[in-house]
């Protein structure tokens, strides 16, 4: 049986199958903050909450990751197995803009504004044969989006 096992710890955890994002909060001016941080470089407070990340947003910008990113600490496939993939930020309101893989790299496909979702995304196996995973953001579907699940 694969496990899965996050990319990197103290960025996400996996709950029920599904990414959760763990950011800081000021406790002084509230400024949200992602990855964890332990002061705050709004107003330079340093006592900061954790807090789980909206899992639902709004796609800001983004672009498309078109050749392999430095291995180590790269994960992914890379020469001619190496696929591209969608990179944005995506706005989680009352929080901030996070950056994350996307699971579409399509143009045609992306457009600002549009609401996304927080979603495992599969890197590659480790050693163990675990599935080693990361947190990506998904273009909600139009069938959740007007609550239609016909």
């Known amino acids: 049986m694969t496990t899965t096992v996050a990319v ?3 960025i996400f955890e996996i709950r029920d199958g599904k ?5 800081t909060r ?18 330079l407070f340093n006592e900061q909450e954790d807090v789980e990340l909206a899992t639902e947003g709004t796609l800001w910008t983004w672009t498309v990751q078109a050749f392999p990113p430095k ?21 989680l ?5 996070v950056e994350g893989r996307l ?24 050693e163990d044969g675990n599935q080693v995973v990361t947190y990506a953001f998904a273009p909600v ?3 959740t989006q007007n609550g239609d699940q016909s």
């Open 93 to 97: 309101a009352g929080q901030l803009r």
């Open 8 to 10: 990197a710890d103290g």
């Open 19 to 23: 990414p959760v994002l763990l950011g």
């Open 26 to 43: 000021c406790t002084n001016c509230d400024n949200h903050m992602y990855p964890r941080q332990t002061g705050c470089p709004r107003c």
């Open 103 to 126: 699971t579409i790299s399509d143009p045609e496909q992306l457009k600002i504004g549009m609401p996304m979702e927080l979603v495992l995304d599969p890197l590659s196996l480790d």
């Open 71 to 91: 291995a180590p600490p790269y994960l992914g496939p890379v020469g001619d197995d190496f696929v591209p993939y969608g990179v944005g930020y995506v706005e």
């Open 141 to 143: 579907e139009a069938t």
